[in-house]
């Protein structure tokens, strides 16, 4: 039995609206702990129970950027492309909190592209939802990377391209 690495798809094989679904992982407080030692965000509503129990959701929850940063890694494998390099967060919104013992996926669709480099490479722009257990949306926004494409002829830098016409 031979085992196939997954697919790693270029700019070419993506196409406007398409999309993937994540595996799913559950958010711990372990984490949580440890995102706020590696930001030093020790703010009380993510690390101190008590103060949390008092506060707006009755628990310590997620820092957003956590949220954000785990939905980054689940959003790598769905799908697998040839990412060159991350270039922007165009948008992002954080609707509700991630709770501790929250399972949650990224819903990731294409929302635009742009080819470079005569194909060589392209911009992609991304429309990504991280959604919890119960399918609520508790952050998405926009992001943009830079993808490998298939390209035939000579390599040629974006500025030759643009100034050729």
Do not use: C
């Amino acid at each position: 039995m031979s085992v196939h690495p997954p697919q790693v798809l270029r700019f070419q094989d993506l196409a406007i609206d398409e999309a993937w679904e994540s595996p799913s992982r559950t958010v711990t407080q372990a984490e949580i702990t440890l995102f706020a030692g590696l930001s030093g965000d020790y703010n009380p509503v993510h690390v101190d129970h008590e103060a949390a129990r008092s506060g707006p959701f009755g628990q310590p929850i997620a820092h957003g950027l956590l949220g954000l940063a785990i939905a980054s890694g689940l959003g790598t494998g769905a799908p697998r492309v040839d990412t060159m390099a991350f270039l922007e967060i165009v948008s992002w919104a954080f609707h509700k909190p991630i709770l501790i013992g929250d399972t949650i996926r990224v819903v990731t669709r294409v929302e635009a592209l742009e080819p470079k480099a005569r194909g060589r490479r392209g911009v992609v722009t991304w429309h990504r939802q991280v959604l919890n257990q119960r399918g609520e949306v508790v952050q998405e926004g926009r992001t943009r990377t830079m993808v490998r494409g298939r390209a035939e002829g000579p390599a040629v830098s974006d500025v030759e391209e643009a100034s050729a016409g």
